[in-house]
């Protein structure tokens, strides 16, 4: 099973202010078709989880540009180039190239 | 437009049984393949009992045995059928829709509540 490790898992933040959080999966995410199988996810309180980011790096549709997300193979980041209060919730990482699996979740939240 | 709406959830004595419904609407659920990823209360995300467009059936180690997913393409709707329910398996369980590696859909929740 791929395990998957979120750092940090509280952020608080001000805004205006960019944010980053890392996520290490335990095994290379890179898929011979050459995508990272790998995406991100906010949970805002109460609601259920969205997707803001698949295959690593492409933002899904309706997804503020501030969102952005990168890396490969077992190192990837999510960052919010200017936080603003409507971010706050707890951001997942969930691969894909096995059964899925999530990553502890990162509290984000307004200082 | 797409919408998943749970129904079933509630207050379940520990072995137990509770039956919760996805009903599809704005898409074909036979067409896409559906899981129910489910949270215990303050934790994270789960991935759980997963059914394939072509039918395939996954169920994780901790659910294997007791619970069962099955789909009616007629009223366009997924189930989960929960037996010998777990004081473990108090959780909100969300019925999601998969496209391509990932999650695009998420229903609103279920809460499961297994309690004496």
């Known amino acids: 099973d791929i395990v998957m490790t979120q750092s940090p898992l509280s952020l608080p933040v001000t805004p205006g202010e960019p944010a980053s959080i890392s996520c290490r999966p335990s095994q290379s995410l890179l898929h011979s078709d050459g995508y990272n199988y790998v995406d991100w996810y906010l949970q805002k309180p109460g609601l259920a989880p969205q997707l803001l980011i698949y295959?690593?790096?492409n933002r899904a549709s309706g997804v503020p540009d501030r969102f952005s997300g990168s890396g490969s193979g077992t190192d990837f980041t999510l960052r919010i180039s200017s936080v603003e209060a409507e971010d706050v919730g707890v951001y997942y990482c969930?691969?894909?190239?096995?059964?899925?699996?999530f990553g502890q979740g990162t509290k984000l939240e307004i200082k | 437009e797409v919408q998943l709406v749970e129904s079933g959830g509630g207050l379940v004595q520990p072995g137990g049984s509770l039956r919760l419904s996805c009903t599809a609407s704005?898409?074909?659920?036979?067409?896409?393949?559906m899981n129910w990823v489910r949270q215990a209360p303050g934790k994270g995300l789960e991935w759980g009992s997963y059914?394939?467009?072509?039918?395939?059936?996954y169920y994780p180690d901790s659910v294997k045995g007791r619970f069962t997913l099955s789909r009616d393409n007629a009223k366009n709707s997924l189930y989960l059928e929960m037996n010998s329910l777990r004081a473990e398996d108090t959780a909100v369980y969300y019925c999601?829709?998969?496209?391509?590696?990932?999650?695009?859909?998420w229903g609103q929740g279920a809460l499961v509540i297994v309690s004496s």
């Open positions: 295959l690593a790096s």
């Open positions: 704005g898409f074909i659920i036979s067409h896409y393949n």
């Open positions: 059914m394939g467009a072509g039918g395939t059936l």
């Open positions: 969930m691969q894909a190239l096995q059964t899925p699996s």
């Open positions: 999601a829709r998969i496209s391509g590696t990932e999650v695009r859909y």
